[in-house]
């Protein structure tokens, strides 16, 4: 089973901050998406997108303090099976992303939070 590294999200206590910094920093594009505070930066990479966001709780009582990653897969079933058959587990159930896909996010055998999503086959990256 193969993965592709396919998206990362900052997560920020202050979303405009944060916007400043990486467009001053890096000349990324922010386009809104989605709810309230979250954009996505298509600029990032060939075939990357990126996302800047709230930070959040993946995992109740652990603030994420780090950039997401979150890597393509060709079935998400099987990678869900494979995590937890490694000594993982999954700590967000598939959430559907309508137009995108469906994500999981999991924590490895280190303590680490990766996402995992199976794309649409019509999802087109930039």
Known sequence: MS???RHFAINADDVGRARTFYESVFGWR???WGPPG???IKNAGQGLLGALQERRELVPGVRVAAYETSMGVDDLRATMAAVEAGGGRIVMQPYRIEGVGELIYFE???GNLVGAMQYDPAFQFP
């Open 38 to 40: 979250f954009y996505q």
């Open 3 to 5: 993965a592709t590294l």
């Open 30 to 32: 922010f386009d809104p």
């Open 108 to 110: 490895d055998t280190e």
